[in-house]
């Protein structure tokens, strides 16, 4: 792989305390082109512009998927990343049913880890901080026919973070009219367009005074799918529940990691569709205890209070929370702080 560096780094003129979330990039980034039939040039060069030709099919036709994923800096200077074969695996499911030609391996993981490497200076130790890395594909071809790119290319970025969406009250709105996805559709890939057409959506939800949009099922609105772009769990009384993956369903490496914790530290787990309506009832039996939702840039959010037809309900904080208790149990391993009995970690 050839690696051109950047000789005009900006990292020394960065104020790693003031970042917002995902305007701040690394002083390098990975590139690789599909043209001919293969994915062919692999390199790492200056973080910089790219210049495409306005009929630049992805931008018509929105063939473009991407991924979310973190490396972690533990006590020695040691640089981690969590599970990023399932990062892998997800990218070529998402490119498969975007008619996008699927990564070699070699390629992704290389490419990743030479990058998180080389910037590995922008990852700093702490809990919350990290680096954020976003791999990404888009079709590159220079037409507007409406059919698959003969070209694309596969990039990948990294942003600094700290946590974020600290906020103590975090309420949700459930969505009675709009879906993120629908059966037969590509909810389960992490396709740009997914977001893109959240934001309408969500944008309501905000103008009303709640933080996040609960999206229901697009038949009937009456299943709980996801909250915005995290995986949803509900603990009853002393028993987590989260929806079964699906082609709507984002396949979520948080929410498998959540389960599979809860399960190890004996939590009762169902995973099943859940209803709006037990939600609702929960709630006014009082067995409901927790919402939180699931994801790679904040790991476990604990959910305040949801609306629903014009009624606010509210979710008193638990001792002994589990999202808490699951959230740490994550942490630890991502930042090497615990024993890695799972095999999640990767050092980079
Ligand atoms: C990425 C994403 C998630 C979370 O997946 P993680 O692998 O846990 O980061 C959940 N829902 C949607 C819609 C997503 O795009």
Redesign the pocket.
């Known amino acids: 792989m050839e690696i051109i560096k950047n000789d005009n780094p900006k990292f020394n003129k960065v104020d790693f305390e003031n970042l917002s979330f995902g305007e701040t990039f690394t002083d390098h980034m990975f590139i690789c082109d599909f043209l001919d039939g293969n994915w062919v040039d692999p390199k790492i060069i200056p973080y910089q512009n790219i210049s495409i030709d306005p009929s630049t099919s992805a931008l018509h036709y929105g063939q473009a998927i991407f991924?979310?994923?973190k490396a972690y800096k533990d006590h020695n200077n040691k640089v981690w990343l969590f599970?990023p074969e399932?990062?892998f695996e997800?990218l070529n499911k998402s490119c498969k049913r975007m008619k996008i030609p699927e990564i070699p391996k070699d390629i992704f993981m290389n490419g990743l880890k030479k990058l998180v490497s080389i910037d590995s200076d922008w990852v700093k130790p702490g809990n919350g901080n990290s680096l954020y890395i976003r791999p990404f594909v888009f079709a590159s071809q220079a037409t507007v026919q409406a059919s698959p790119s003969s070209e694309y290319k596969f990039i990948i970025i990294c942003s600094p973070a700290k946590s974020y969406y600290n906020e103590s009250k975090f309420n949700v709105l459930i969505s009675e009219k709009y879906s993120?996805?629908s059966s037969g559709g590509v909810?389960f890939a992490?396709a740009a367009g997914?977001?893109g057409s959240?934001f309408y959506p969500t944008s309501i939800a905000q103008n009303k005074g709640y933080h996040q949009i609960i999206?229901t099922d697009s038949n009937e609105h009456k299943f709980i799918e996801?909250?915005?772009?995290?995986?949803i769990f509900f603990r009853i009384e002393n028993k987590l529940i989260t929806a079964p993956t699906n082609d709507r369903?984002?396949?979520?490496?948080?929410?498998?990691?959540v389960i599979q914790i809860a399960k190890d530290i004996g939590i009762d787990v169902e995973v099943r569709p859940f209803t709006v309506d037990e939600l609702v009832a929960a709630v006014k039996n009082k067995s409901l205890k927790e919402i939180f939702?699931?994801?790679?840039?904040v790991v476990i959010l604990s959910i305040s209070g949801f609306g629903y037809k014009n009624i606010d309900y509210d979710i008193k904080p638990v001792k002994e929370s589990y999202a808490e208790k699951i959230k740490k149990i994550i942490t630890d391993i991502q930042y090497n702080r615990s024993d890695d009995k799972f095999g999640w970690r990767s050092e980079v």
């Open positions: 991924e979310g994923m599970r399932d990062n997800r993120r996805a909810g992490k997914n977001y959240s999206w996801e909250a915005g772009t995290m995986n369903i984002l396949d979520g490496i948080t929410r498998k990691s939702g699931a994801g790679t840039a």
